[in-house]
């Protein structure tokens, strides 16, 4: 494995502007990665030739001083539900098979003006349901610290690639944990931005309400360039918001002095895995030994987190992904005999199981006689875990939890009992549903050498916080530091 | 037994804005199929409905119009359905918290002088069109019409005649006309009604079963179905059957309604919030300004055409009748031509025009700048009466310029007393007899010399000066 791999995302950035590797170079190492690492099922589309084409003219702009970004000419991945012009975006699904969207999403865009090297597209569970990437079309990735165990989902091929060194750094989604949930499960970090700060036009709606695009990447430094880069109002998205940008990274001090880390106690009870427990309460002393505060409280709404979320997911999935219907793009199945028929086939051999259970979920919660019940329900409960945040963010600055009950599951595990997979969610969907910046980082091993990771979350529009306390822990640990790669035969 | 209509109608509008609701794709009618759209209005994967404002301000200006409560704190909603012609397979439209309520439009007709109330109006997105291909058996999506802003105007079951729901569209038409927030042309589609009947024993206060009538092309369609659809219940709970509750398609050859899908098989819309657009706040100034713009409606022109200009009360009331007579009757009194001579113009020659080209007033050429010329013509002398209704008649296809026509056709009138009077001594002399008989008594013979002098001048010449030339010659 060549030497530059192992570099952060900034690192390399700086060695591209002194001259010391050229894009081409590094884009030419994480693809003979990307090769050796194959098995992992990490990449589902890769773009290798356009990567090369797109390298050598990013050096030359970087040679002439017209880019001079701190990622400038640095490669990285993105998931298979964002748009790239041109560039396969299936959702990993059968039913946007051969789809290549003719526009960018504005991300994909911003990257690009400051000299992004894409290398091709990721996996991840079939529209980005699931907590595993199972469910995806093109079979499951693999987690690089074991083989034999799933790289967490939905943004699994995404953290894989990272873990695995093959980027510098990824662009995933988070509903309910798909960014931070797979990042704590291979050891990377991740985080999910407070709802609005980056454009989801040319995201591929999974839950319209909850769904957020942010980096996987190697520490809490290079999460906050690519937000720097990233965030923003964007004309083409109602909900974007007019967020000033660009301020993160300089933002990353490491002082933590008086910063009040609070520790709701109901997300250390039962069904936590002792070790994750373990791991994730000494990130409290870490930060405790620089100078934070540590507070704890209780975060009485738990129960309801991830009933609340999978009627408001599944509801707004329901309707999103109906227009997949087979008369546009995409699949379209062979033998029907009228209208109805063809809707029928083409979603029936479409869409995989997991899917299908969440649309029919959500059509049943929308429908007449259920709504009141169910969905109008889960509205107020959603307000209901939206005030319990600021309750307890009048008392802290920060939350630490877990991001997940255990560490990565082996792959087979998870799928055959869906509602046991939804209630490993159970730390990471209230994030969401407050719509709240949220960050994973590696925090330890378990026992079977697989990472552990902790979670942040910080109050709306808190991302500075949450990466500079990120941060804080990484400049004393080196969990981040840690690489799967050459630690097992592979 | 007497019965009684009940109605109530569901009118879709177009809003006359450029672009669509949600992306900036033009509203122009027609274009070769799948030319006006764009990823966002199709529905492509990962795009986003961003508001467009001058959508939210013209429904909220009809709002104000029909007396509504304007909904401050609004938002859209998602309803749900598969069809090939909505790419989305929902309409993004308002159901919880549409944009104004609880309005009410006055109507007058032979009988009756009442108030119609609206339920509600709301803003949604068209749908495409599917076009089918009989030759191939192929039916085929344009996604020209998707996203184009639409308002649907909700009533109360107020209306108990055709008559009165001819008033209130027409009422309606006009209103929005005059705000200029549509162009409500129903032949292509920009006006469209739905209407909901039941007949019920006069005097009952329950409302019998209703039924829901589409394909509602024109007035006159709109007033044939709801005497066939009154007809059929009645005669149906006279034989002492039932109505069924259901949509029926009225066809226009045949002049009947038809079964098209009955309520048991009404569908589920799933309606929920859309998540993809925030809600929208409308300010109290913002609503005071859109107060302050609104322009004067179709009665309060009528009172002051009337009084101010001194119009007859029919004739003011076929200026206001259409929004583009109004405009063009304004435009060219402000350009200096007497408001009562403008207005005789427009219902006399103007209208016979219209009348043989089978036009529109919003689609004729002739601009209220060249008919002010023609009247400023006649003003000054320099044509006759006579000879601008034929300039009239010859400008209006296509507004040649009338003071250019009346110089390049020599139309000038002759305003040279020593050249009538010349003509008028050719005239007697060439017809002695009819001098003789005049001053023999026959007084009609005067009638005659005045055609042969005004012949003689290719009617050209002031008919008063000639006949005054004429007088005095037989008098003198």
């Known amino acids: ?490 | 037994m007497t019965w009684e209509t009940v109605i109530g109608l569901e009118t879709h509008v177009e809003l006359a804005t450029k672009t669509k609701i949600f992306c900036s794709c033009t509203t122009e009618f027609g274009g070769a199929p799948n030319t006006h759209c764009c990823p966002v209005c199709t529905g492509m994967p990962g795009t986003l409905p961003v508001v467009n404002r001058q959508v939210v301000r013209f429904a909220a200006k009809a709002g104000l119009a029909l007396n509504c409560e304007i909904t401050r704190y609004n938002k859209f909603d998602r309803k749900n359905y598969f069809y090939p012609d909505l790419p989305k397979a929902y309409q993004v439209s308002q159901l919880y918290l549409p944009i104004a309520r609880n309005g009410r439009v006055p109507i007058k007709t032979e009988s009756v002088e009442k108030d119609i109330r609206i339920h509600e109006l709301h803003m949604e997105e068209d749908a495409g069109k599917l076009v089918h291909d009989p030759w191939i058996d192929q039916t085929k999506c344009d996604y020209n019409r998707c996203g184009v802003p639409l308002i649907e105007i909700v009533t109360e079951p107020d209306f108990r005649s055709a008559d009165e729901v001819i008033a209130y569209l027409e009422k309606l038409k006009s209103t929005l006309e005059y705000l200029g927030v549509s162009d409500c042309k129903m032949q292509e589609g920009s006006l469209r009604c739905d209407v909901n009947l039941s007949v019920r024993p006069a005097g009952s206060t329950e409302l019998g079963t209703r039924t829901e009538m589409k394909n509602l092309n024109s007035f006159k369609a709109i007033s044939r179905a709801i005497e066939y659809e009154a007809r059929r219940q009645i005669e149906l709970i006279e034989e002492g059957k039932r109505v069924v509750q259901e949509t029926r398609r009225w066809d226009d050859n045949k002049d009947a309604t038809f079964s098209m899908r009955s309520k048991e098989n009404a569908q589920d819309y799933r309606y929920f919030p859309e998540p993809d657009i925030p809600p929208l706040e409308l300010s109290q100034e913002y609503l005071e300004q859109l107060r302050a713009e609104q322009p004067e409606m179709a009665e309060a022109r009528k009172a002051r055409y009337q009084e101010q200009y001194g119009l007859p009360e029919y004739d003011a009331g076929i200026l206001i009748s259409q929004k583009a007579l109004v405009d063009f009757f304004e435009e060219t009194v402000a350009l200096g031509a007497p408001a009562k001579e403008v207005s005789n113009w427009m219902l006399g020659d103007m209208m016979r025009r219209l009348k043989d080209e089978e036009l529109e007033p919003k689609d004729m050429k002739l601009t209220p700048a060249n008919l002010a010329k023609l009247i400023k013509l006649i003003a000054d002398g320099k044509i006759n009466r006579n000879t601008a209704a034929k300039v009239f008649r010859a400008i209006f296809p296509d507004n040649a310029d009338a003071e250019e026509y009346v110089k390049t056709h020599g139309l000038e009138q002759v305003n040279d007393a020593g050249l009538v009077a010349q003509v008028v001594e050719k005239v007697f002399a060439a017809n002695e007899s009819a001098v003789a008989d005049y001053r023999a008594g026959n007084q009609k013979v005067m009638g005659f010399l005045v055609g042969q002098v005004m012949k003689e001048l290719k009617g050209k010449a002031d008919p008063k000066a000639v006949n005054q030339a004429v007088r005095e010659k037989l008098e003198g």
């Open chain 1, 1 to 490: 494995m060549k030497e530059i791999l192992n570099l952060t995302a900034l690192q390399l950035g700086a060695a591209i502007r002194k001259g010391e590797v050229s894009p081409v170079e590094a884009a030419r190492a994480a693809l003979e990665q990307i090769e050796a690492t194959k098995s992992d099922n990490a990449f589902v589309a890769l773009t290798a030739e356009a990567a090369l084409q797109r390298a050598e003219e990013v050096g030359k702009k970087i040679a002439a001083g017209e880019l001079t970004g701190p990622l400038a000419g640095v490669p990285l991945g993105i998931k298979d539900n964002i748009c790239t012009r041109g560039v396969s975006t299936t959702c990993a699904s059968k039913i946007l098979t051969g789809f290549e969207p003719p526009y960018n999403a504005t991300l994909v865009e911003k990257l690009d003006a400051l000299g992004a090297v894409s290398l091709g597209k990721l996996n991840m569970d079939e529209f980005a349901m699931g907590s595993t990437t199972e469910t995806s079309f093109y079979g499951p990735t693999h987690n690089p610290w074991d083989a034999g165990r799933v790289p967490g989902g939905s943004s699994g091929g995404a953290a894989a690639a990272v873990a695995a060194r093959s980027c510098w750094y990824a662009i995933g989604s988070d509903t309910g944990g798909s960014i931070r949930q797979p990042a704590a499960y291979c050891g990377v970090t991740g985080i999910k931005p407070t709802y609005g700060t980056v454009s989801r036009y040319g995201l591929i709606a999974y839950a319209s309400s909850l769904d957020q695009m942010g980096p996987l990447a190697r520490d809490a430094a290079d999460c906050a360039a690519v937000l720097d880069a990233v965030m923003g109002k964007d004309p083409r998205d109602g909900t974007s918001l007019d967020v000033p940008a660009g301020n993160l990274l300089a933002g990353l001090t490491g002082d933590v002095r008086g910063m009040k880390i609070g520790i709701p106690a109901d997300c250390f009870g039962d069904g936590l895995d002792p070790e994750v427990k373990k791991s994730v309460l000494a990130v409290a002393d870490v930060l405790r030994a620089r100078g934070a505060e540590i507070v704890e409280f209780t975060f009485p709404v738990m129960e309801y987190v991830v009933p609340t979320y999978y009627i408001i997911a599944a509801a707004e999935a329901s309707s999103n992904l109906s227009r997949f219907d087979g008369v546009k793009y995409g699949w379209r199945a062979e033998g029907y005999e009228d209208l109805t028929d063809l809707y029928n086939r083409t979603r029936t051999e479409g869409f995989g199981s997991e899917v299908k259970r969440r649309i029919l979920l959500g059509t049943f919660v929308l429908s007449s006689g259920y709504y009141d019940a169910y969905y109008k329900k889960a509205l107020q409960v959603k307000g209901l875990i939206k005030q319990a945040f600021d309750d307890a963010f009048g008392k802290c600055d920060l939350m630490l939890t877990p991001v997940a009950p255990t560490t990565a599951p082996r792959i087979g595990e998870s799928l055959s009992d869906p509602l046991q997979m939804y209630l490993s969610d159970i730390y990471t969907v209230s994030v969401n549903l407050a719509g709240l910046p949220g960050l994973s980082m590696p925090c330890g091993f378990d026992s079977k050498g697989m990472p552990i990771g902790a979670q942040l979350i910080g109050p709306a529009l808190g991302e500075a916080k949450v990466l500079n306390a990120a941060h804080a822990f990484q400049l004393d640990t080196d969990y981040h530091k840690q690489s799967p790669v050459g630690k097992e035969a592979r």
